[in-house]
């Protein structure tokens, strides 16, 4: 009984004392780590003492009555992954692909496997086959008994190939002996440091290939270091000498150097020996060491340092994919780092050949060169400032580039994963990808995995929150546009909360994350890009849904007041500041008379000088300006500061006041400009260069940083949104409801030779199955007859087709003033699906009892035929693609572009006459 009492006692005590072990600092008592037999013993007291202060040592006896009586419990697998992430922390690396096998076990079978191995009392026995010098009890002072080893070492070490060679004329046998007490020759030293010409002198030095493949005491050749160290230089110098090298197993677990590189994860390595070892059989064998891989496999390593063109040569062996894709550790680590689309101004850019930007900047470096080569000591910074001034252009290419691989990669890895995936799996494998994808606004991603398994949407987090969620807080705008449609449609969408009761208008209301804020100058714009987010979110929602309050009792309005209030008061400072450093540009064209003025009439003595006229214009010009900007400044300061002014209001005068404060500067600069000349140059035309240059100075600061913060805000208060939701289908998003009006009112609207449909959207429309029943086409009649060269003659002509909207100008000016083309009229007209696309139009002459006597055909072509069906009676598609299983066979319309050259004239259309609709 008493024992059974001191049995619970010490499971309750084993049970307390985890968070301690826990928290243990292990190189507190381990301060070596093992890397053989050598230094096993020394480490092996170490892990003792450590063990027995934290009461851990029975884990490794089998006879420990207390352990043995916990076993398999959740404790003692805590206690045993514990001490097995101990163990692992204190090996070294090279030793570790020795023990992969016994990774995967218990602790206990890990530790007995280092001690059969490294312990010179329970060592194992020499296998048949194995090179005896791996277990060989050499003593160091045997090795390094000769002066000449011991230099040799340091030789080998510092990479010095001179020195080594000197000593190798008399000892020639030294370039395959052991030099260190890890059964290290030179060749292992110098591929592990890295010495690489050394490398390449010693294996010219030594002239037969079968000597290099001696091994170590960890049963390595110098491939598998080079392998282990990732020195890809020395695996091909190597492979060279001797490709036997390749098949060379290590005695514990059998790995060939492919095995070492993919295990450490040394892409480039692994990459270089897979090429050259194709033939090998058994590439990728399923064994258990490769599931100890994780997250440490290549692919993951690839993507998480940005090689996208390893990881796309990685998927492309169907092996290492398959492999890569077992779990979400590839597809997340591509989602951390997915790379962004260039930008405007970088896309505008990259086309251009780089060649080009090449050639110039080497033909300025050399015009530079000549120019600066007096200035000695000037002449490195202003080379180095050159030189990268024009890298912007080589970045922008390899962003392009990588962003093109990152595609390529992540359609790969989500191609395999689909077969795999499965509705009991698809958390598994999507969630935390498509989380992150959310987070980082990596649209990409996430519509390629809801392509695959449109289920994945509904993934959580372990705070609740889902992908439209974590979209909306983490302000990831494309993820947003893509999903946001669908959310207008769905009362469960739109009700949708997380744990603590949130809705999608809170996570709107919370402050953007630093990252989010840094992306917009200023904390006026800020304000004003989170104004924007809500109310683009509160539009989702129906009014009753917007007074709904999370577990915290508070609304998103509330939610929005107490998370922006610092960002506000930011705001109205920075207004101030700008107001306040104005004032000293406004006053610094001042007016002064140049050359001074007549005594007895006071006209100025430079009168009829240009120059002189020029500087009264321009100073002039700068004081009106300097005083508006002025004024605009003062009325920010003197505004209530509302959170709604920075939608709109303050945005529009701080436009008009930088650009107002732009055309100051320019014009102080060219008066002050025009003096210089006038008063200092003594008519020297020569001069206006420099003078010239030197003014566009503070003109090109002033530009270059303020004028991207005039783009951002006239894109933020005046352009409106715009989403492309597929299908050919837009979705433009208005600030009010005149910009709403203005364009649905303003006609037809021409984009790329072809027109738009403008159309309201209300409730009843689904934006995903918009096909149109009517559409404005461009047509071309040819063959026209001379007598139907009117503008009643081409309306009647015109509305057997559908209700004519506009003529070309060209064809205008035939009709109306007589002179232009007679080959063909080019009309816009209203085409009706019902009535179908005609290739021609038949004229019929009637005598007075309209009898037809003549008859002339007009032929019809289309500058873009839409694809019709005839079944649904709409455009947008044809017949064989129509969802209906319909018998009616019509012609395929293919769609054709055409240039548009007309000037866009505009006429209306009125005056309906017998089913003729005129034009004028």
């Not at 493949?213 to 160290?229: F, K, P």
């Not at 180095?384 to 691989?405: F, Q, S, T």
């Not at 974590?470 to 993820?479: C, F, G, H, Q, V």
């Not at 080959?823 to 209203?830: F, H, I, K, N, S």
Request: aromatic residues 8%; hydrophobic residues 45%; glycine residues 6%.
């Amino acid at each position: 009984m008493a024992e059974s009492s001191k049995a619970v006692a010490d499971v309750a005590r084993i049970k307390r004392e985890y968070n301690q072990a826990l928290n243990a600092n292990v190189s507190n008592f381990v301060t070596v780590k093992l890397s053989g037999y050598e230094n096993y013993d020394f480490w092996h007291a170490q892990m003792m003492v450590l063990l027995e202060v934290y009461n851990m040592s029975g884990l490794l006896k089998d006879d420990d009555d207390v352990w043995h009586s916990i076993e398999g419990s959740e404790i003692w697998n805590r206690y045993d992954k514990l001490l097995k992430g101990w163990v692992l922390g204190s090996i070294d690396q090279e030793i570790l692909p020795d023990h992969a096998n016994s990774i995967c076990g218990t602790a206990l079978g890990l530790y007995e496997d280092l001690q059969g191995l490294y312990d010179s009392d329970k060592r194992r026995p020499i296998e048949e086959g194995m090179d005896d010098r791996m277990l060989m009890d050499v003593s160091p002072n045997d090795k390094e008994s000769t002066e000449f080893m011991k230099e040799l070492l340091n030789a080998t070490m510092e990479g010095s190939w001179w020195k080594a060679k000197a000593i190798l004329k008399n000892h020639e046998n030294a370039a395959t002996m052991v030099i260190n007490n890890n059964d290290d020759t030179m060749l292992h030293l110098a591929v592990r440091e890295g010495k690489n010409y050394f490398v390449n002198q010693l294996l010219n030095f030594i002239k037969d290939g079968s000597e290099i493949a001696i091994r170590n005491s960890q049963g390595h050749t110098a491939l598998h270091t080079a392998a282990t160290v990732d020195n890809k230089q020395a695996a091909k110098l190597l492979v060279n000498k001797s490709n036997e090298l390749l098949n060379v197993k290590t005695r514990v677990g059998n790995f060939v150097p492919l095995d070492l590189a993919y295990f450490f994860g040394h892409i480039k390595t692994f990459l270089y020996l897979l090429e050259v070892a194709r033939d090998m059989p058994g590439l990728f064998p399923s064994g258990i060491r490769y599931r100890f891989l994780g997250v440490h496999g290549l692919l993951a390593n690839a993507t998480s340092t940005k090689q996208y063109n390893l990881a796309l040569k990685l998927v492309e062996i169907p092996e290492l994919l398959a492999l890569a894709t077992k779990d979400d550790n590839a597809l997340f680590a591509l989602t951390t780092n997915f790379p962004p689309e260039l930008g405007f101004w970088e896309a505008l850019i990259y086309p251009f050949p780089v060649a080009v930007f090449s050639l110039i900047h080497l033909l300025i470096c050399i015009i530079i060169f000549v120019l600066l080569l007096p200035l000695s000591m000037l002449y490195p910074h202003l080379w180095k400032g050159l030189v990268y001034a024009g890298l912007p252009i080589k970045h922008i290419e390899k962003r392009k580039r990588d962003y093109g691989e990152a595609i390529e990669v992540l359609k790969r890895i989500c191609k395999e994963m689909n077969k795999k995936v499965t509705a009991e799996n698809f958390e598994k494998l999507y969630a935390q990808p498509i989380l992150e994808a959310a987070r980082v606004d990596a649209c990409e991603v996430v519509v390629e995995i809801l392509s695959g398994f449109v289920d994945t949407q509904e993934c959580r987090d372990e705070r609740g929150h889902n992908v439209i969620q974590l979209a909306t807080l983490n302000r990831s705008e494309k993820i947003y546009n893509r999903l946001s449609p669908g959310i207008k449609h769905s009362v469960s969408l739109r009700n949708m909360s997380d744990d603590s009761g949130n809705k999608l208008t809170h996570f709107a209301a919370k402050l953007a994350s630093s990252i989010v804020l840094s992306r917009t100058t200023g904390a006026a714009l800020q304000l004003q890009r989170e104004l924007q987010w809500y109310e683009e979110v509160k539009k989702l929602m129906l009014p009753l849904e917007l007074t709904h309050k999370n577990r915290d009792m508070e609304t998103s309005e509330m939610v929005f007041t107490r998370e922006h209030a610092d960002l506000l008061k930011e705001g109205e400072e920075s207004c101030s500041i700008t107001a306040a450093l104005i004032v000293t540009i406004v006053f610094a064209a001042a007016i002064t008379v140049p050359g001074g003025s007549n005594q007895e009439t006071g006209i100025p003595l430079f009168k009829k000088d240009i120059a002189f006229t020029i500087f009264a214009v321009c100073d002039a010009l700068s004081l009106f300006t300097a005083a508006t900007a002025l004024l605009v400044f003062l009325s920010i300061l003197t505004t209530r500061f509302a959170a709604k002014d920075f939608m709109v209001s303050l945005p529009r005068r701080l436009i008009l006041g930088l650009c107002a404060l732009f055309i100051s500067t320019t014009a102080m600069m060219v008066a002050f400009g025009a003096i210089l000349f006038l008063v200092f140059c003594d008519q020297r035309p020569w001069m206006l260069a420099p003078i010239g240059l030197l003014a566009c100075l503070p003109i090109l600061v002033i530009v270059t940083l303020q004028l991207p913060l005039v783009l951002d805000l006239y894109q933020s208060t005046y352009i409106s949104s715009i989403q492309n939701i597929g299908n050919g289908t837009f979705v433009f998003k208005f600030k009010d409801e005149q910009g709403l009006q203005d364009v649905v009112e303003n006609g037809v609207w021409i984009v790329n030779s072809k027109p738009m449909v403008v159309q309201k959207w209300d409730i009843s429309v689904d934006v995903n199955k918009v096909e149109p029943s009517i559409l404005p086409v461009w047509i071309k009649m040819l063959n026209i007859p001379l007598e139907a060269w009117s503008v009643k003659g081409l309306s009647a002509l015109a509305s057997s087709l559908g209700k004519p909207i506009i003529m070309d100008a060209m064809t205008t000016r035939m009709c109306t003033q007589g002179v232009g083309r007679l080959g063909y009229a080019r009309v816009l007209v209203e085409v009706d699906a019902k009535k179908g696309l005609k290739d021609s139009i038949d004229i019929q002459y009637c005598d007075k009892s309209n009898k037809t006597i003549a008859t002339k055909t007009v032929k019809v072509e289309y500058d873009w035929k839409p694809p019709i069906c005839s079944r649904c009676q709409v455009f947008g598609h044809s017949n064989d693609k129509c969802g209906l299983n319909n018998s009616v066979e019509g012609n395929k319309m293919d769609v054709g572009y055409s240039e548009n050259n007309d000037n866009g004239v505009k006429q209306q259309a009125q005056n309906k006459k017998d089913n003729v609709e005129e034009l004028i």
